[in-house]
T-cell receptor, first 114, second 112 residues
Framework: KAGVTQTPRYLIKTRGQQVTLSCSPI?????VSWYQQTPGQGLQFLFE???????NKGNFPGRFSGRQFSNSRSEMNVSTLELGDSALYLC?????????????FGSGTRLTVV | QKEVEQDPGPLSVPEGAIVSLNCTYS??????FMWYRQYSRKGPELLMY????GNKEDGRFTAQVDKSSKYISLFIRDSQPSDSATYLC????????????FGQGTTLQVKP
């Protein structure tokens, strides 16, 4: 079956702009989580959605937001971009009741802020 | 101090060597422990999952958890060049959460 699809794969934005990243989970997966990966901080949890509800949120400023649609697809938005937002943004999905580590990750969106 | 500490390496070994990768953690509430492998330009993929303390073996991979020492390990036997990747440990306190706490990742290179 198809994996987790993230679009776009690469993105270059200017400081102050906003960006929306998209994630299509594996069919049947209702839980979607987002992570930011940088060389300095590693993988950091952004937020988790389950059945259109945000179930968990990481320690990121309010400029980072997300949502999940009824078909489980998810988007994350970053407003007023800063240079430090340059990172690989990873989306992961799993079936509702699978093990905590049962997430399948997408290949990510590489965001560069200039 | 980070909740999960992992030596970023890089670690370089010859083909066929036994590789030992480790993480320490500070949060005693962690009960679920995972090892992920990440190839360049790809997302992490789950290698091993362990609940609480103990060992788990899957082919050439063995995961160990010592909750008393807050220390987890991943052993790779008969390492292959295809094992060259970044290995990430991850942990969770809650069975029903998408919030995983990751280590920094260790970059492994297996030389032919």
């Amino acid at each position: 079956k198809a994996g987790v699809t993230q679009t776009p794969r690469y993105l270059i934005k200017t400081r102050g702009q906003q960006v929306t990243l998209s994630c299509s989970p594996i069919s049947g997966h209702r839980s979607v989580s987002w992570y930011q990966q940088t060389p300095g901080q590693g993988l950091q949890f952004l937020f988790e959605y389950f059945s259109e509800t945000q179930r968990n949120k990481g320690n990121f400023p309010g400029r980072f937001s997300g949502r999940q649609f009824s078909n489980s697809r998810s988007e994350m938005n970053v407003s007023t971009l800063e240079l430090g937002d340059s990172a690989l943004y990873l989306c992961a999905s799993k079936e509702g009741n699978s093990i905590p580590g049962g997430y399948t990750f997408g290949s990510g969106t590489r965001l560069t802020v200039v | 101090q980070k909740e999960v500490e992992q030596d970023p390496g890089p670690l370089s070994v010859p083909e066929g060597a036994i590789v030992s990768l480790n993480c320490t953690y500070s949060n005693s509430a962690f009960q679920y422990f995972m090892w992920y492998r990440q190839y360049s330009r790809k997302g992490p993929e789950l290698l091993m999952y362990t609940y609480s303390s103990g060992n788990k073996e899957d082919g050439r991979f063995t995961a160990q958890v010592d909750k008393s020492s807050k220390y987890i390990s991943l052993f790779i036997r008969d390492s292959q060049p295809s094992d060259s990747a970044t290995y990430l440990c991850a942990m969770s306190a809650d069975s029903n959460t998408g919030k995983l706490i990751f280590g920094q990742g260790t970059t492994l290179q297996v030389k032919p």
